[in-house]
């Protein structure tokens, strides 16, 4: 199983700044295999990139992933108060895995 | 409009069973890979299952032997039955499509349900 650690664990910015926020794999992810979500309280997940780098539909230009093998980045730039969030990234090689989150405060 | 709607949880006590359903519309399961997706109360997420759209299904280590999942293609809703509940089990549990990108598997979840919640307490 891949295990996929994330961080930091919580990030507290201001508006209008940068968000940078690293998922770091145990073994290579498979064909880049990496997506990242949006969680806010009592919602479910919301899927922003999808193959370490693609934005899914709706998603908005500020989102943007990169990386690949073992290291991804997702960077949010000006960061707006509705992007506060808890961020999942997970990997879909034998059995998916998810990291374990960091939450972004603005 | 693709979506997905769960239904199924409550309270069980420990060693009972319960079955979740999901129901889609806009799209058909049965050409799609769907899974369940498991979040305990202030934690992470859990993958649980998939059922492929050749109706092949895996599972998480921690749940094997004991869920399975299914589906209907003529009602389109995808099913699972959850077996010797443990207190460990106790989540939200969220039915999603694995996005498919012109015909390749994408491995990303793009619609999720608004989840089911299961308690499994005595």
């Known amino acids: 199983e891949i295990v996929l650690t994330q961080s930091p664990g919580t990030l507290s910015l201001s508006p209008g700044e940068r968000a940078t926020l690293s998922c770091r794999a145990s073994?290579?992810?498979?064909?880049?295999?990496l997506a990242w979500y949006q969680q806010k309280p009592g919602q479910a997940p919301r899927l922003l990139i999808y193959?370490?780098?693609n934005r899914a539909t709706g998603i908005p230009d500020r989102f943007s992933g990169t990386g690949s093998w073992t290291d991804f980045t997702l960077t949010i730039t000006r960061l707006e108060p509705e992007d506060s969030a808890v961020y999942y990234c997970?990997?879909?090689?034998?059995?998916?895995?998810f990291g374990q989150g960091t939450k972004v405060e603005i | 409009e693709e979506q997905v709607v769960e239904s199924g949880g409550g309270l069980v006590q420990p060693g009972g069973s319960l079955r979740l359903s999901c129901a889609a519309s806009?799209?058909?399961?049965?050409?799609?890979?769907m899974t369940w997706v498991r979040q305990a109360p202030g934690k992470g997420l859990e993958w649980v299952s998939v059922?492929?759209?050749?109706?092949?299904?895996y599972y998480a280590n921690s749940v094997k032997g004991r869920f399975t999942i299914s589906r209907d293609n003529s009602k389109n809703m995808v099913y699972l039955q959850m077996n010797t509940l443990r207190g460990e089990d106790t989540a939200v549990y969220y039915c999603?499509?694995?996005?498919?990108?012109?015909?390749?598997?994408?491995?990303?979840?793009?619609?999720w349900g608004q989840g089911t919640r299961v308690t499994v307490s005595s």
């Open positions: 059922i492929h759209g050749g109706g092949g299904t």
């Open positions: 806009g799209f058909t399961v049965s050409g799609n890979y």
């Open positions: 073994q290579s992810v498979s064909s880049n295999y």
């Open positions: 997970q990997q879909y090689g034998s059995s998916p895995t």
């Open positions: 193959v370490a780098s």
């Open positions: 999603a499509r694995e996005m498919i990108v012109a015909t390749t598997r994408s491995g990303a979840f793009d619609i």
